[in-house]
Each structure stands twice: as C-alpha cells, then as structure tokens.
C-alpha cells in the first residue's frame, strides 16, 4: 500500500468525523437554543396594547430577576435568548470551522484517489450543506433588508 493511499484514507476519515461534529454543533445552535428558552418561559413584562411608560416596564424588569439578567454585553436587562445565543456562539463558530475542515478534507481524500470514496463524498456534502444552512437566515436578513 503506497503511502499517499494511506493519507487519502486518513483524510477522509477525518472529513466524516469533521462533518459529523459539524453537523452535532450546527444542531446545538438550531435546536436546542429554541428548547432552553421555551423552558425559561414567558416574558412576564410583555407590554400590553398601550405603551407603556418607561418606569413602569423597569419596575417590572427589577421585580423579575429572574427572567431579565444583566451582563456586560447584553446591557443591564436583557431575556434568555440573547443570553443564550450569546453562550452558544462558540458552537456557531466551531459548526462553521468543523464544515470546512471536513470539506478541505474530504477534497484531499478525492484527490488522492482515496479507497473510502463513500465517506469523503459524505464529508463533502455535509461539510458543504452546514455552513449554507448556518449562514442562509444571516444572508436572508440581509436580502430582505431586516430592521
């Protein structure tokens, strides 16, 4: 067995198990940030038909610790979803990194006419769909213009 045969095998392998925590982070960030803050409940401040005063609605943040934390990047009131979202963002960067590692990988293997053409077919597709997946609400925001 030649040696690079021995490194495209390798590669590939390495481009599943990439895709694969790719694939575990990406999920982390979609789907179990969602269940975390259903599970703080509802927003016991939400304001009503009228606006309400600004006094009143810190009144409501200070009777409500709880729910509405302070913290150093969020500012002095803020939910659990930009709390969240805050704590998973390393796992939003590691599902990105993770996805192209598995691609550059997968690439290597194909080149090397690799003998696991399955698994680095697998490792291209998936490390090629996550970051699509990850970044399309991002580039639709931008499309549609957001607020």
């Given at each position: 067995m030649k040696p690079a045969v021995r490194v495209a095998d390798a590669a590939a392998l390495v481009g599943i198990v990439a895709?694969?925590?790719?694939?575990?982070?990406?999920?982390?960030?979609?789907?179990?940030?969602?269940?975390?803050v259903s599970l703080q409940g509802p927003d016991p401040c939400v304001p009503s038909s009228s606006l309400p005063d600004k006094q009143s609605m810190m009144a409501c943040f200070s009777?409500?610790?709880?729910?509405?934390?302070?913290?150093?990047?969020?500012?002095?009131?803020?939910?659990?979803?930009?709390r969240f979202a805050q704590e998973l963002a390393p796992a939003?960067?590691?599902?990105?990194l993770l996805a192209i590692a598995a691609t550059l990988s997968?690439?290597?293997?194909?080149s090397e006419r690799t003998r696991r053409r399955r698994a680095a077919i697998s490792a291209l597709v998936v490390g090629s769909l996550v970051p699509l997946v990850i970044l399309a609400p991002v580039l639709a925001f931008l499309v549609v213009g957001g607020d």
């Open positions: 895709a694969v925590a790719a694939l575990l982070a990406a999920t982390l960030v979609f789907a179990i940030e969602p269940i975390l009777a409500h610790p709880d729910y509405y934390q302070g913290g150093p990047v969020a500012g002095p009131y803020s939910t659990p979803q930009p939003w960067a590691a599902a990105l997968s690439w290597l293997a194909l």
